[in-house]
């Protein structure tokens, strides 16, 4: 049941993949399926909760999903007509070499061992403990959402247990479905982010390069951490940072595809965690320029009109079914204090260049931006993309500078805590970003050259 | 006709070694450069052995590994009451005592979202919330912590363990 049911999440997310971005590479819609599945079977449980029907019937929710699963896949053969290539579709997938087989061997490996790590320990984090994995034990025991937490006259949440249902939901799913810990849905979404980062690597770079850059990135110290945790930040930094390459593509590419799957994942976003706000008003000025570019306004209204269904969804339920309010630590009016921003910024810089939480990445990246100075001219393709990860960032920080907090040493350390993981929505796009700098490709696109010149010739 | 890659030349299979070499020097540079990488490594081959060690242990054993006595405690009233229990907790101020006697469980254990957690769907009601009026549950049960909680029973008990959970 535990396999079967986690199985039909996928095969959910692909028939949704397939419907909105046929055209797109297989690699990649790979790396879309579970995430999308698994945000659709979340959006599912929420309407079905709100109709009244109990989440504990589990079975219900899956037989659903395998109804649409079948009217998708009747629509797509019957529209698309896919012609089965599977032959030609492994000889793209594995261009062998030694190199590259040793690398994706580390990230299997990796994988691996998150994922052992993930189903050895029970939950334990108190994040998740006060927070999401308790809304999913009550919602696994109650079949709802509107459950004992939320007594009004013995109230059990936290401000974590607030945040939008999508992680909450998910987590019950699989307790739902038999398995001891909830750290399965969170393994899923670091192996989606390591499939989906190399199929997007492969657009930019050699398959040696983007192998190379995907174990750079599963082996990012705090993330290999916290993908065999009980976090939600792994989850949100899928649906933020692929959601926001998708969108970079669509621009670069005026492609149709990517813009519905990055809107679809930017939306999904604001599901998982409030910081997504920050992620998705950088969407939706990438949406703004794909719209204006194409002349279609209809794109740009439809992606703020679902961003705020579905943002505005989760608040109208908190206000009016739970009839909690999730007020957020926060000073919605700007104001300057110097001696704040000071605290704040050395604290900013610390953490974000500890060796010991992102390992090399961001000395690369920060090694990339300089090297690519001279050449800001010519980057039609990446200069956006330096622009997305740098509105992003200083929207991110503006969030920080603005909470209830003086940042001196003895209050809460925001920065510490959750600035340090937030920084994984940006590993990513500051990952890719190397991967198309002329440096990294000049090295890459020179060392498959060199083993090509003899590559044994293909004979009838 | 078939088509067939041809047999890889020797000068194919040095460059092949070549290029792996040079790989794997950047990665064994990393993670001797790195803190961040070396610490990883170091966790690999922690991991491995705690596996290894506790991998007979059932999941509740191995999340007081994680959680300490504060989680054997909890289990303890979860193990002893039936669903619907309503549990009184001691006030705060029982946990936070500074001497060893004390320091079987601690203060984590006043945290009331956390500590629900492991024993919901049980209630947890703490003795400080009940004086504040801030609660309407009436307890079933009683949670003895350090012999305190007996003097709350209408009914004499011949044997007193330090900590136990009983019906009121």
Redesign the interface.
Known sequence: MEIAGLFITFLFGVAIVNLLAYQLPVGEKMGYAWPVGLGANALLMFVLDLCGVSLRHVALVLAIELVLIMVLAVYILRRYRPPVQIKSLLERLFPI???WI??VG?AVFLVY?VT??AL???V?I?DS??GF??VA??VA??GTLHN?IFDP??P???LR?LYPPLVALNFAFVYLLGF??SHVVVVIFYASLAVSLYAFLTRVTTH?GAA?YT?LFL????L??FASLSSSNPICAYYCAVGLLALWRAVDTSSHADLRIGSVLIVLALWTRPEAIVFSVVAGGLVLWWSIRQKRVWSVLIFGAACLVFWGSWQAYLHGVLQVTGDQPMDFMLTWDAGKLSRMWSRVLEVTF???????VVYLFVAIVFLNIPYFGKQRQTLPLLGIIAVAWLLYLLVFYQLDTDFMPDSTDWIGDAYRRGLFNFIPLMLLYCAASIWSRTVFEF?ER??AT??????? | MKKLRGTPSARYIVKNLVVLAGVFSVFVLLVKANTGYDLLFNKLLQERAAQQQYEDLSYDDRREIKLGYNFTYLQLLRSRTPETAVILMPPDSVFRKPDGEHAFIDYWITNRGWASYFVYPRRLVYSDDLGAGSSHLRPTHVAIVHYWGYDKLAYPVDKKYPYDVMPF
């Open positions: 070499n030694l190199a040793f690398l580390i061992v052992a790590r050895f320990w029970p334990y108190y403990i006060y994995d308790f034990k009550a025991q109650e004992a006259q013995h059990l949440y936290s247990s001891e810990t040696l190379f174990v082996s990012v110290p705090e290999f951490n500890h060796g010991a939480y992102y390992g090399a060392v060199w083993l003899d590559k044994p010739p293909v004979v009838e």
